[in-house]
């Protein structure tokens, strides 16, 4: 019983670390303001490193042209073009647009993966993968919660 409790601290800590702690970024706002501008579950998502549900955010099926945008800072992220259809349940990119997002290692749940975020906020988006469809061999697999669509 000790054990598993000692576990389920330790991932609540890990779940709990705000996104890019001590890291700075061109937009900020403090956490009062991150949570009047955000939903709770894009709060969650992008400043505490969430992950939606499978197959819940209306993203995942938008097929129309356009531009995937931070749901934070609104800065665009991902052009419609660069979107497949990966099975995952999450939006799925082989791409960001240049300078858009930046990456680092994430350690967290006893993994090594390629965590993503917005370079403007340091909102985090989700992970990339080396499974992706050619050109680039990668699926950048981003939290809807995480984007706002703006149709072409």
């Known amino acids: 019983m000790q054990r598993r409790t000692l576990l389920a601290s330790a991932l ?88 858009a997002v930046g990456n680092r290692e994430d350690r967290s749940f006893f993994m090594r993966r390629v965590e993503e975020h917005c370079a403007n906020c340091g909102g985090h988006l989700g992970h990339v993968f080396d499974d992706g469809p050619p050109p680039t061999g990668k699926r950048h697999c981003i939290n809807g919660a995480a984007l706002v669509f703006r149709a072409a």
């Not at 009062?32 to 992008?46: F, G, I, K, N, T």
């Not at 800065?75 to 497949?84: D, E, G, H, V």
């Not at 990966?86 to 647009?97: D, E, K, N």
Request: charged share 25%; glycine share 6%.
């Open 12 to 99: 609540a800590l890990i779940a709990a670390r705000p996104a890019l702690a001590g890291d700075s970024f061109p937009f900020t706002l403090s956490d009062a303001e991150w949570r009047a501008r955000l939903s709770p579950l894009a709060y969650d998502v992008l400043r505490h490193e969430a992950t939606e549900r499978a197959f819940t955010s209306p993203l995942n099926d938008e097929k129309r042209r356009g531009t995937f945008h931070c749901a934070g800072c609104d800065q665009a992220l991902y052009a419609s073009r660069t979107k497949f259809d990966s099975g995952t349940g999450w939006p799925s990119f082989t791409a960001a647009l240049p300078g």
